[in-house]
C-alpha cells in the first residue's frame, strides 16, 4: 500500500470516559495522576501500528484518549486492553462502559468538549485549558504533528466562538463554584463562618476565589506549606494559612471544608477523621477521592463530585436554551473543519497540475528549438499561447475539483487524481496552516 492510500483510511478516533459512563469510583481508576504515567501510556499506545498521533485528556470528571488510526477495531482493542492493564478494571467492562466516536463523530465529540457542553457543569471554564494543556503535553513529547494539531486549532477556535456567542461561561459553572454554591445553601447566612480548603492547586485557588465572593472566611492549608502561603497572598481579604500538622483539629473547629488535592489516595480516613460537635459539610472535589468513602458520623455530611449532580441538573436546565445555540456552533464547525480539511487537499493538487503543465512546455519548447522545429525568436509567444490552451483545458477539472471539497467522496477522488498525476502528500502543509496554540519542540 502506497503512503497516500494509508493517509486516506485515517480516521480521528476518540475514547471516551466520562460522569455519562463512569461512576467516580471506575473514574478513580482510570485517572492519569502524574505526568510519568501519562508519559508512559500514550508511548504504549503508539507501539501499536494502527494508532498514530495522541492526545490524553485526563481531568477528575473524564478520561478522553484522542487519536487517529488505520484500523478501528484494532485500535480500539489496543487502547482499552491497555487502559485495563493501567487502571486493573476489567476489559469487558471497559469495552462496555467506553463512549467509542470515530471521524466525524469524534471532532463533532471534540468541538463539545471543548465547549464544556459535555462537562458535569455546562459551560465550566475549566476544560478548554486542560485540554490545551494536554495537547501542549504531546507536542512537546512529539506523540502528536499536523492532523491533530489541525483539529486542535478548530477545537480551540470552537470553545472561543460558543464562548463568544453565549453566556454559558459566566455565572456558577465549575464544579468548584458549584460545591460553595452548595455549602452556601446549606449555611444561609455566611457572614463569620469559616470555610477549610486543603490543597493550593488550581481547584483550589477557583474554591478561594467562589468561597471568599460567597461571604465566607477561608482557611488554607496545604502539606507544601510555602505554595499556602503565596496562594493566600494573592486575594485582596485575609486568607489565614494553617499548618498541614494541625489538619484534625481544623477538621474538628471549622463547620465547610472543601478539598481537592492531587493526591493518589485518601487524605482523610477513619484513623484521621475527628468527631465534633458542630454540624460539619465537606465537599471532596478531588478524583482520586480525597476523603475515605467509608468516613461516617453524626453531624457531618459528605459530598462528592457525583453528589452536586442536583445543583448541576438546575444549572443545565438554566442553561438549556445557550446549549442549544451553543450545540449549533459545534455541528456548524464541525462541518466547516472538514471542508476546510478537504480544500487543503484540493488546494496543492491544483497547484500541481498547473505547474505540471508548465513543465512540460518548458520541456517541449527547448526540445522543439533544439531539433530546428520553431525558431527561438517565437519561444515566448509559443509559450503564451501554450500556456493559454493549459489553463483552458484545467480550467473546469480544477473548479470541479474545488467543488468535490464539500462531498463525502472528496477522500476517494483525491486518492485517485493523485495516484493517476504520481503525487506525493505536501509536507510544507503543517507549517502553512499552523495552529495558533502549536508548542515548538
Given at each position: 500500500e502506497s503512503y497516500d492510500r494509508k493517509r486516506v483510511l485515517m480516521s480521528y478516533l476518540i475514547i471516551s470516559f466520562s460522569h455519562k459512563n463512569t461512576d467516580i469510583k471506575m473514574r478513580?481508576?482510570?485517572?492519569?495522576?502524574?505526568?510519568?504515567?501519562?508519559?508512559?501510556?500514550?508511548?504504549?499506545?503508539?507501539?501499536?501500528?494502527?494508532?498514530?498521533?495522541v492526545?490524553?485528556?485526563?481531568?477528575?470528571?473524564?478520561?478522553?484518549?484522542?487519536?487517529?488510526s488505520s484500523n478501528i477495531k484494532v485500535s480500539v482493542r489496543d487502547i482499552i486492553q491497555k487502559l485495563?492493564?493501567?487502571?486493573?478494571?476489567?476489559?469487558?467492562?471497559?469495552?462496555?462502559?467506553?463512549?467509542?466516536?470515530?471521524?466525524?463523530?469524534?471532532?463533532?465529540?471534540?468541538?463539545?468538549?471543548?465547549?464544556?457542553?459535555?462537562?458535569?457543569v455546562i459551560g465550566e471554564t475549566q476544560i478548554v485549558g486542560q485540554l490545551k494543556d494536554g495537547f501542549r503535553f504531546s507536542q512537546i513529547k512529539g506523540y502528536c504533528s499536523t492532523n491533530i494539531?489541525?483539529?486542535?486549532?478548530?477545537?480551540?477556535?470552537?470553545?472561543?466562538?460558543?464562548?463568544?456567542?453565549?453566556?454559558?461561561?459566566?455565572?456558577?459553572v465549575s464544579v468548584a463554584s458549584t460545591a460553595v454554591a452548595k455549602a452556601k445553601d446549606i449555611v444561609?447566612?455566611?457572614?463569620?463562618?469559616?470555610?477549610?480548603?486543603?490543597?493550593?492547586?488550581?481547584m483550589s485557588e477557583l474554591t478561594v476565589k467562589h468561597l471568599i465572593s460567597s461571604g465566607f472566611d477561608v482557611v488554607l492549608t496545604s502539606r507544601d506549606i510555602k505554595k499556602a502561603q503565596n496562594l493566600a497572598s494573592t486575594f485582596e481579604v485575609k486568607v489565614s494559612v494553617e499548618p498541614y500538622s494541625e489538619l484534625s483539629k481544623l477538621l474538628a473547629d471549622i463547620p465547610v471544608m472543601i478539598t481537592a488535592t492531587s493526591a493518589p489516595y485518601p487524605i482523610i480516613t477513619k484513623e484521621n477523621a475527628p468527631s465534633s460537635s458542630i454540624n460539619r459539610y465537606w465537599f471532596d472535589i478531588a478524583v482520586p477521592r480525597d476523603i475515605d468513602e467509608n468516613i461516617s458520623m453524626g453531624n457531618l455530611e459528605i459530598y462528592s463530585v457525583d453528589d452536586l449532580q442536583d445543583i448541576v441538573n438546575e444549572n443545565m436546565s438554566l442553561r438549556a436554551e445557550q446549549a442549544k445555540t451553543?450545540?449549533?456552533?459545534?455541528?456548524?464547525?464541525?462541518?466547516?473543519?472538514?471542508?476546510?480539511?478537504?480544500?487543503?487537499?484540493?488546494e496543492p493538487m491544483v497547484k500541481h497540475l498547473y505547474v505540471k503543465g508548465d513543465e512540460i512546455i518548458d520541456k517541449k519548447l527547448k526540445n522543439a528549438i533544439k531539433k530546428g522545429f520553431i525558431?527561438?525568436?517565437?519561444?515566448?509567444?509559443?509559450?503564451?499561447?501554450?500556456?493559454?490552451?493549459?489553463?483552458?483545458?484545467?480550467?473546469?477539472p480544477s473548479k470541479q475539483l474545488k467543488d468535490i471539497s464539500k462531498n463525502m467522496e472528496c477522500d476517494v477522488v483525491v486518492g485517485a487524481i493523485q495516484n493517476m498525476f504520481g503525487m506525493s502528500n505536501d509536507s510544507n502543509l503543517a507549517d502553512k496552516y499552523k495552529c495558533d496554540h502549536l508548542v515548538k519542540k
Open positions: 478513580e481508576k482510570l485517572a492519569f495522576s502524574s505526568e510519568d504515567d501519562k508519559d508512559r501510556f500514550i508511548r504504549t499506545i503508539l507501539e501499536n501500528e494502527s494508532t498514530k498521533e492526545v490524553l485528556l485526563s481531568t477528575c470528571n473524564r478520561v478522553e484518549i484522542i487519536t487517529r485495563s492493564n493501567y487502571s486493573g478494571v476489567d476489559f469487558e467492562t471497559l469495552h462496555d462502559r467506553a463512549d467509542i466516536y470515530d471521524n466525524d463523530g469524534a471532532v463533532h465529540h471534540l468541538f463539545s468538549v471543548a465547549s464544556a457542553l459535555d462537562s458535569l494539531t489541525r483539529v486542535m486549532h478548530y477545537a480551540f477556535k470552537c470553545a472561543a466562538n460558543v464562548r463568544n456567542a453565549t453566556s454559558l461561561g459566566t455565572g456558577s444561609g447566612n455566611t457572614k463569620g463562618v469559616k470555610a477549610l480548603v486543603i490543597g493550593a492547586g488550581e451553543a450545540y449549533g456552533i459545534v455541528s456548524r464547525m464541525s462541518m466547516e473543519f472538514f471542508e476546510w480539511l478537504k480544500s487543503l487537499e484540493i525558431n527561438s525568436n517565437d519561444e515566448e509567444n509559443i509559450r503564451k499561447l501554450c500556456q493559454t490552451v493549459i489553463t483552458e483545458y484545467l480550467h473546469k
